[in-house]
């Protein structure tokens, strides 16, 4: 017997925000900016995570390429057409949004066919079977959304956006209410059902692990402006600005005050009272105050005797069993610096410690804009 599964799977399309705007009026109070001018171009099928502290305008830019909010100005573009005037239902956008949004008198098994059937798809029973298979739910097919959790409810919104095989998909924070091994369960779900219908898929996430698994690229998002868009090596390895460095990371990138210092061919960047590191900068002068960036992961504690390098005396030292994270007082520097160290070696209270980092990885950035002095 032979089956056929209308999985009717889309032609990915390219997802282009040009310029994109919006203005909430408001009568008791001042117009507020919550975009201001967005400018994304997303291949077909490639999946882009959008990461930016609370009230940035994440989820408005999404509600605006859904159609549930009106652009103040800019355009959207889905492959060739402008779709920023159409009403939402002729977008043809999946999204998945924190608002669950599931029909109280409908059964899970209901909820999920509701929009195949309204779009008169084929085998619609099995197409909710296999997706409750995959986001491990078939025991939830007959339950009502009152009887749900929220961790379930939010799979279920997920399936329901997924099982349309929407060409753009729009997920915002679609897995902050799973216990941690669903978390990664429908993780990986999500990225291989992404992978083989190939939605364009713009995802809202807090988790910065979860950015780093699912996203061929990111965007890092502030105050309406995106302030870098690339891959994920690029925003960790090469961040543009000191927003970008100070926001994505974990433990937190050190940023402290540094004086310039030119030697020869080498630029040197001194900080604190004696301490002194070679960075790869260029574009900058001698004696110029920058603000410097050193990842806790880029530090190296095999410092030899006359390398330039911090020094510094242990505050609190912490054994994260495949490595150290060493909190260090350094003379002169205001906040204390967090060194990751190697496993091998146990600190203590006061010990004195000598780190350094290569000079790619030390890095500058201007001290009024937080622009990169690359
Ligand atoms: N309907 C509205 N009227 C007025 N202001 C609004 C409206 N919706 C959102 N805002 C404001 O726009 C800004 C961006 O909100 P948005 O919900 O897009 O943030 P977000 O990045 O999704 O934040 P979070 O991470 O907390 O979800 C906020 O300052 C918010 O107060
Ligand atoms: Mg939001």
């Given amino acids: 017997?032979?089956?056929?599964?209308?999985?009717?799977?889309?032609?990915?399309?390219?997802?282009?925000?040009?310029?994109?705007?919006?203005?909430?009026?408001?009568?008791?109070?001042?117009?507020?900016?919550?975009?201001?001018?967005?400018?994304?171009?997303?291949?077909?099928?490639?999946?882009?995570?959008?990461?930016?502290?609370?009230?940035?305008?994440?989820?408005?830019?999404?509600?605006?390429?859904?159609?549930?909010?009106?652009?103040?100005?800019?355009?959207?573009?889905?492959?060739?057409?402008?779709?920023?005037?159409?009403?939402?239902?002729?977008?043809?956008?999946?999204?998945?949004?924190?608002?669950?949004?599931?029909?109280?008198?409908l059964s899970v098994r209901e909820?999920?066919?509701?929009?195949?059937?309204?779009?008169r798809a084929k085998n619609v029973d099995q197409r909710v079977d296999s997706m409750a298979q995959r986001l491990g739910m078939t025991d939830l097919l007959d339950l009502r959304p009152a009887a749900l959790s929220s961790g379930q409810k939010q799979r279920i919104a997920l399936a329901r956006a997924l099982i349309r095989n929407p060409p753009v998909l729009l997920l915002d924070e679609p897995l902050s209410h799973l216990d941690a091994s669903q978390r990664q369960?429908?993780?990986?779900?999500?990225?291989?059902?992404?992978?083989?219908?190939?939605?364009?898929?713009?995802?809202?996430?807090?988790?910065?692990?979860?950015?780093?698994?699912?996203?061929?690229?990111?965007?890092?998002?502030?105050?309406?402006?995106?302030r870098q868009f690339g891959s994920p090596d690029e925003i960790f390895d090469d961040p543009d600005n000191q927003f970008v460095a100070d926001f994505v990371g974990e433990p937190k990138i050190n940023l402290v005050g540094g004086t310039v210092r030119i030697d020869g061919d080498r630029t040197m960047v001194h900080i604190g009272r004696a301490g002194e590191l070679v960075t790869a900068s260029r574009i900058v002068q001698h004696d110029q105050q920058v603000t410097v960036g050193l990842r806790p992961?880029?530090?190296?504690?095999?410092?030899?005797?006359?390398?330039?390098?911090?020094?510094?005396?242990?505050?609190?030292?912490?054994?994260?069993?495949?490595?150290?994270?060493?909190?260090?007082?350094?003379?002169?520097?205001?906040?204390?610096m967090v060194v990751q160290t190697p496993a091998g070696h146990r600190w203590t209270r006061a010990d004195p410690i000598r780190f350094t980092a290569a000079p790619e990885r030390v890095y500058l950035f201007d001290t009024e804009t937080g622009e990169r002095l690359r």
């Avoid at 909820?111 to 779009?119: E, I, P, S, T, V």
């Avoid at 410092?303 to 005396?313: D, F, T």
């Fill in 1 to 105: 017997m032979t089956t056929t599964t209308d999985t009717a799977v889309s032609t990915a399309q390219r997802l282009v925000l040009d310029r994109l705007y919006k203005t909430f009026e408001s009568r008791n109070r001042e117009s507020f900016a919550a975009v201001r001018g967005i400018d994304l171009d997303i291949e077909p099928g490639e999946m882009v995570a959008l990461l930016g502290p609370s009230g940035c305008g994440k989820t408005t830019t999404l509600r605006m390429i859904a159609g549930l909010e009106a652009v103040t100005s800019g355009d959207i573009r889905i492959g060739e057409t402008s779709v920023a005037s159409l009403p939402a239902k002729r977008r043809n956008v999946g999204v998945g949004f924190e608002s669950y949004a599931l029909y109280p008198p």
């Fill in 111 to 119: 909820n999920l066919a509701y929009g195949l059937k309204a779009r």
């Fill in 185 to 226: 369960h429908v993780r990986r779900e999500l990225k291989v059902l992404q992978r083989e219908f190939g939605y364009t898929t713009i995802v809202v996430t807090h988790d910065q692990l979860e950015a780093l698994s699912l996203a061929d690229r990111m965007a890092v998002m502030d105050a309406g402006v995106i």
């Fill in 297 to 336: 992961q880029d530090c190296r504690t095999d410092v030899s005797p006359a390398a330039p390098c911090l020094e510094g005396e242990i505050k609190v030292y912490e054994n994260l069993l495949e490595f150290g994270q060493a909190t260090v007082n350094v003379p002169g520097v205001d906040d204390a």
